[in-house]
């Protein structure tokens, strides 16, 4: 059975990628730390990178509900960021992450 790919979670595949190249750039001292290059190609790693991607090509797999879990935590965690970028005044930050929080629960938990 063929499933057709979701337009919103491939949306929110796209702004986790842009999340990673803004933090990327953004936190080059936080990146060259051994802790964070550790995780590097380990599977947490993989997960973390590509499950939104996977997910947007087949939106069935959130009815797992551990890749629900899964996602509604991470969504938490997109929030939680929002509000500590918003608490230090950084606006930019504040704004792109609390969007891309958004589009994802929207995504994730549309009827």
């Known amino acids: 059975m063929s499933v057709a790919p979701s337009r919103s ?11 990673s190249i803004g933090h990327t750039i ?6 060259a730390e051994k802790s964070f290059k550790a995780i590097a190609n380990t599977r947490p790693w993989a997960c973390g990178t590509v499950g939104w991607y996977q997910w947007s ?17 991470i969504n938490i965690l997109l929030w939680a960021s929002s ?8 606006k930019e930050n504040t ?17």
Do not use: M
Not at 58 to 70: F, G, H, Q, S, V
Not at 83 to 90: D, P
């Open 57 to 73: 090509l087949n939106p069935t797999a959130l009815n797992d509900p551990i890749n629900k879990t899964i996602a509604g935590i």
């Open 26 to 31: 953004s936190g080059k001292e936080w990146t």
């Open 83 to 90: 509000a500590w970028y918003a608490k230090h005044g950084i």
């Open 95 to 111: 704004l792109v992450v609390g969007l891309s929080a958004a589009l994802q629960a929207y995504a994730v938990f549309k009827a």
């Open 9 to 19: 979670l491939q949306a929110s595949a796209l702004s986790f990628v842009l999340l």
